[in-house]
């Protein structure tokens, strides 16, 4: 009997863990198909001179145990101090040995070995502080916000109490319907407090007024936050007698670690795309899926082969498969599908809505940062910045030295950085020229006293669209594809566009188990891959419980 293929539509996370997965478990040959030159889809890593860009910046960390050991086992944790561990006196746990099993020994030889040193070796995953913060009328402010005395006088005096006047008004008469991002924040933070620290990031991020957006994605990035909690631990503060020691813990309780490959996210799955081809699976870039046949019989549903465009020719083939997943967009693929899915497959599909997104690279000699009544910091310590300002476009600030100090070619003696947008395909900021988008981009760094123009040495633009899968347009009526595609037995959507969901890596790659999980176990029933990430309140709890557990570890 000849070998059954598998064809995967996207070398990102959930694409590639689902080509590994195949490997290790089962006889079919996997053929990933890729459509740009880049591996690891958004959670690629983009080399510009030898300084590095994650979109978006991407921890890795996982309430999933299986995930976690996924990721050790291709990038082992650190045995040694990285360049800046020592200079900058992180708290890291070194181990000491890494215990690896490769897919095949053609990919390496598996066992135990000494834990590597990221000064020596690439094969490395490192673990890294974690700080971000709010960046507000030049004033940093706690990332989740909370109100400590710092907060306050930052804020002054008549504005904390206008803030906690809105706070009680929402307590006693909270909005009764919450279906809307507007109402969520305002129910948990007093309509102020939402004004002065949500609206506008948020806004930016989706580019529609958050009283059109549904409260589903707020529960799933803030859960378990509220102005109480922020409140409480004030109170707390007020009343202990070592007062400035209880605000260091409370600051300090807001940096948790999370661990960082030696090169970026990319790295990750390149790593991962050499031992997928080393065992014998393809992976194929410039390659773009434009057609997916299926059919019916005997009252089954099938896909029965898939057609490959090449980008540099446009040349096409179709090749027959035996399974095929899909991590593109939903949009796209029920578009492609022969014959045409139901009228109200395609409504749902076409009515689903995409944010993207662009970086802006900046290399800088070094910072300048102007904050409120200090002298100019040539450095800040933060992963990233949330800049809450309506005044400028950009979103969010990436300091790459802080990811990785091997994500910058000359770390010593140069700070690069990213600016993030938050965009539409085919608008104003995505279709401008490149070297403008730099000015812009270095304007507003001058305008919110972040950067000056002359310590610029270089910069890039990287853009990268449907980076959001947005929880309005069509979003509500997903049950309608679910339906659909559930009905073709050997149809797997994975991933965070192929299922039209906020899933982070670990979700992204929980699905691809799943659904190889039930080709080897003969189940046809894929309903189960819908079942990743539904508990909403995943993220900030699991953060919440490393912060916990953190504090709890330097208490002793
Ligand atoms: C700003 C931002 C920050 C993030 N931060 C984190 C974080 O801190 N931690 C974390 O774990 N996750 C984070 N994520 C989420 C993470 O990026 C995604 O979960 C992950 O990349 C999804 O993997 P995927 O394989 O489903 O999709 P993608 O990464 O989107 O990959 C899909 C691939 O399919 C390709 N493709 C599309 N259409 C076709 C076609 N027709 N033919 C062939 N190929 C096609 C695309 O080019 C792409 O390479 C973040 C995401 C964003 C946007």
């Known amino acids: 009997m000849s070998q059954k293929i598998a064809i995967i539509a996207g ?13 290790k478990r089962t006889d079919i040959h996997p053929i990933v198909l890729e459509s740009t030159n880049a591996i690891g889809g958004i959670a690629q890593t983009f080399n510009y001179k030898g300084n590095r860009i994650d979109i978006g910046g991407h921890r ?24 800046d561990d020592m200079e900058k006196n992180h708290d ?17 030889v ?23 913060r709010i960046y507000y009328h030049k004033n940093f402010f706690p990332y989740p916000i909370g109100i400590t005395l710092t907060v306050a006088r930052r804020l002054g005096i008549l504005n904390t109490a206008l803030i906690g006047f809105s706070y009680i008004k929402a307590q006693i008469v909270p ?6 991002l507007d109402a969520f924040f305002i129910n948990r933070f007093g309509r102020r407090l939402y004004e002065t620290f949500f609206k506008d990031y948020t806004e930016k991020v989706w580019g529609v007024p958050c009283n059109q957006i549904r409260a589903d994605w707020g529960a799933q990035r803030i859960k378990g936050l509220s102005l109480k909690r922020a409140v409480t631990h004030a109170i707390k503060d007020l009343l202990t007698s070592d007062f400035k020691k209880a605000q260091q813990e409370r600051e300090t309780s807001l940096i948790t670690r999370f661990f960082y490959p030696k090169y970026g ?7 991962v795309t050499e031992q997928i081809r080393a065992c014998g699976g393809e992976v194929r870039m410039k390659r773009r899926v434009v057609g997916v046949k299926w059919k ?67 290399l800088l000699k070094k910072l300048h940062v102007q904050e409120q009544g200090r002298k100019p910091s040539t450095s800040v310590p933060d992963n ?8 400028v476009n950009v979103g969010r600030i990436q300091i790459f030295n802080n990811w990785s100090p091997y994500m910058v070619a000359d770390r010593k003696n140069s700070t690069w950085i990213g600016l993030e947008y938050f965009v539409n395909e085919g608008d104003k900021l995505w279709v401008m020229p490149d070297q403008d988008l730099i000015t812009l981009g270095i304007g507003e760094m001058e305008k919110i006293g972040f950067a000056r123009k002359e310590d610029i040495l270089d910069a890039c633009v990287l853009r990268m669209p449907k980076a959001y899968p947005a929880y309005f347009g069509s979003y509500d009526q997903l049950g309608v594809i679910q339906d659909f595609t559930c009905g073709i037995e050997n149809l797997y959507l994975i991933g965070r566009n192929g299922m039209h969901r906020y899933n982070n890596q670990d979700h992204s790659m929980l699905t691809a188990m799943t659904a190889v999980d039930n080709i080897a176990a003969g189940r046809t029933d894929n309903r189960n891959i819908w079942d990743v990430n539904v508990e909403p309140t995943y993220h900030e709890e699991k953060e919440q419980s490393e912060a916990g557990e953190e504090e709890r570890k330097r208490r002793g």
């Open 11 to 23: 070398a990102g996370p959930a694409g590639l863990t689902a080509a590994y997965e195949l490997l």
């Open 60 to 83: 890795f960390f996982s309430k999933s145990d299986r995930v976690m050991k996924w990721w050790f086992n291709i990038l082992p944790k650190q045995g040694k101090p990285a360049a």
């Open 92 to 108: 890291v746990d070194f181990v000491a040995e890494a215990i690896v099993d490769f897919l095949c020994p053609e990919c390496g």
């Open 110 to 132: 598996s066992g135990k070995k000494a834990a590597p040193d990221p000064e020596k070796e690439d094969q490395v995953m490192l673990q890294r502080p974690r700080l971000s």
């Open 175 to 180: 909005v009764k319907q919450e279906t809307y």
């Open 265 to 271: 996210p990319g790295q990750m799955w390149e790593t």
């Open 296 to 362: 019916e019989e005997s009252g089954k549903r099938k896909v029965t082969s898939v057609t490959i465009e090449s980008v540099d020719t446009g040349e096409t083939e179709e090749v027959p498969c035996d399974y095929f997943f899909s991590t593109m967009p939903i949009r796209h693929l029920v578009g492609m599908m022969h014959p045409k899915p139901d009228d109200r497959v395609c409504e749902v599909a076409e009515g689903l809505v995409y944010r993207d997104f662009l970086t802006v690279g900046l």
């Open 384 to 391: 990233w910045i949330y800049v809450q300002d309506g005044g």
